[in-house]
Nanobody
Framework: VELVESGGGLVQAGGSLRLSCTAS?????????????MGWFRQAPGKEREFVAG????????YYADSVKGRFTISRDNAKNTLYLQMNSLKPEDAAIYYC??????????????????WGQGTQVTVSS
């Protein structure tokens, strides 16, 4: 499975961006995008990678880091094999490289990313103050 993020860029504080993550291929266990748990992580310079948001394939349940609740929305379009992250009211502290990930077995931990077997290459988000 290949995950490719897009949509990053430079935005002023208070602005919005929508990130996309498009999946291609089939996982080693034969499952396809519509049955993957999916998530977003981010990593700022000098900081550890951190969980941002996740969405379950089975019932669409969503999960968010406290720092982004009420501002970010994760969603998916299984027909397009695409995951989204709508980011509103952006703050300078949201600046980071954003990565999407996929758990093809749906056994993983959203907040740690453990058992998430596929990761994208990342897209840069820069927020000016």
């Amino acid at each position: 499975v290949e995950l490719v993020e897009s949509g990053g860029g430079l935005v002023q504080a208070g602005g919005s961006l929508r990130l996309s993550c498009t999946a291609s291929g089939r996982s080693a266990n034969g499952r396809t995008f519509g049955t993957y748990d999916m998530g977003w992580f981010r990593q700022a310079p000098g900081k550890e990678r951190e969980f941002v948001a996740g969405i379950k394939w089975s019932d669409g349940s969503t999960y968010y880091a406290d720092s982004v609740k009420g501002r970010f929305t994760i969603s998916r379009d299984n027909a397009k094999n695409t995951l989204y992250l709508q980011m509103n009211s952006l703050k300078p502290e949201d600046a980071a490289i954003y990565y999407c990930n996929a758990d093809s077995s749906a056994y993983g931990d959203f907040e740690t990313g453990s058992e998430f077997d596929y990761w994208g290459q990342g897209t840069q988000v820069t927020v000016s103050s």
